[in-house]
C-alpha cells in the first residue's frame, strides 16, 4: 500500500510539475485519437451505405425460348439450394413482356407482332455477397435449357474497388495519426525523466530497481493516453450525433447510409485500448535513454 501511495504521488507531481507539457500530451493525443476515431466511424458509414449497394447487386439468368417446364424446374431447384444466392425471382414470358413494355412504353411499336412466347423466362438472382456474382453465374451457364447469363461485373469491380480504395486510405491516416500520438508522448516522457535525471540517479545510487523507478513515468504516460482517449471518446460519440443528423433525411443517394450508437461505442473502445497502449509504450520508449534494463 506504501507503494501505491508513492507511485500515486510521485505521478502527480510529475504531471503537476510538467502541467503545459501534460496538457500538450493529452491535447495532442485526444486530437490524434479523435481523427483516428472520427475516420474509422466514417468508415462504417461508407461500409453500412456501400452493403446496400452490394446487397442490391442482380444478375438475370436467362432460359432458351423452347427451354422445357422441367429444365426452368431444375434450374429454379438448384437455386434454391445454392449457399451463394440470397434471393431469386422467377420472370415468367408473360411478366418478362409486361416488363419490356414498360421499360419501352415510348416505343409501343416494337412490340406490336411480339407475343410472351416469343420470349424467354428468366431469374433474377441477388448473390449472397457481390464477390460471388461471377461464381454463381458460372455455375449456371451450362445449365441445359439456360441460354446465357448476365452479370453487372464490370460495375461490381468498380465498387469493390472504390470501396477498398477508400478502406485502404483511412486506415493509412490512422496508422500516420496512431504513430504521432506515440512520438509525443515518447518525447513528453524524454523531457520529464531529463528533468528529473539527478533525482533518478540517485534512487538507482540507493538501490532502486529499474521497474520501481519506471513505474511513476509509466503510470504518467497511461495517464496521458487515457485522459486524451477518453476526451476523443466524447468527442467521437458527439460526431456520431451529428452525422446521424445529416442522414436522418437523406437525399435519394445517400439512403440506407446510417451510423449506430453500437458503432460509436465499439470505436470508442478501441480508442480507450489505444491510448492506453499508447501511453505505456510512450513512456516505455522514452525511458530507455535514462533507466536501462
Keep these: 500500500m506504501a507503494k501505491f501511495n508513492y507511485f500515486a504521488r510521485e505521478t502527480l507531481i510529475s504531471l503537476r510539475r510538467n502541467l503545459l507539457m ?10 490524434s485519437l479523435f481523427l483516428f476515431g472520427g475516420i474509422m466511424l466514417l468508415s462504417r458509414v461508407v461500409d453500412h451505405g456501400t452493403a446496400k449497394w452490394k446487397g442490391g447487386v442482380e444478375e438475370e439468368v436467362y432460359m432458351k425460348v423452347d427451354a422445357t417446364q422441367s429444365q426452368i424446374s431444375g434450374v429454379q431447384s438448384r437455386l434454391s439450394g445454392d449457399r451463394n444466392v440470397k434471393k431469386f425471382e422467377f420472370i415468367s414470358k408473360e411478366k418478362a413482356l409486361q416488363e419490356a413494355k414498360k421499360l419501352f412504353k415510348n416505343n409501343s411499336d416494337l412490340f406490336s407482332s411480339i407475343s410472351a412466347a416469343d420470349l424467354p423466362a428468366s ?5 449472397q455477397r457481390a464477390e460471388l456474382t461471377e461464381t454463381i453465374a458460372d455455375q449456371f451457364r451450362s445449365q441445359p435449357g439456360v441460354d446465357e447469363v448476365n452479370t453487372a461485373s464490370k460495375a461490381v469491380k468498380s465498387l469493390l474497388s472504390f470501396t477498398n480504395w477508400v478502406r485502404y486510405l483511412f486506415i493509412g491516416l490512422s496508422l500516420v495519426l496512431l504513430a504521432s500520438s506515440l512520438f ?3 518525447n513528453t516522457i524524454r523531457l520529464a ?3 528529473r535525471r539527478r533525482e533518478i540517479e540517485i ?3 540507493v538501490g532502486a530497481s529499474n521497474w520501481f523507478v519506471r513505474i511513476p513515468f509509466m503510470a504518467e504516460g497511461l495517464v496521458q493516453g487515457l485522459l486524451g482517449a477518453g476526451l476523443a471518446f466524447g468527442g467521437i460519440y458527439l460526431l456520431k ?4 443528423g445529416l442522414l436522418h433525411n437523406p437525399a435519394d443517394f445517400f439512403r440506407g447510409w446510417y451510423v449506430t ?3 460509436a461505442g465499439g470505436i470508442g473502445f478501441v480508442v480507450l485500448l ?5 501511453g505505456l509504450t510512450g513512456s516505455l520508449v522514452g525511458l530507455r535513454r535514462i533507466v536501462r534494463v
Design 184 to 186: 509525443l508522448i515518447v
Design 193 to 195: 525523466t531529463f528533468a
Design 261 to 263: 450508437a453500437g458503432d
Design 203 to 205: 534512487m538507482k545510487l
Design 123 to 127: 431469374f433474377r438472382v441477388v448473390p
Design 274 to 278: 489505444l491510448g492506453a497502449a499508447i
Design 22 to 31: 501534460t496538457l500538450a500530451g493529452i491535447l495532442t493525443v485526444t486530437v
Design 241 to 244: 450525433v451529428l452525422l446521424a
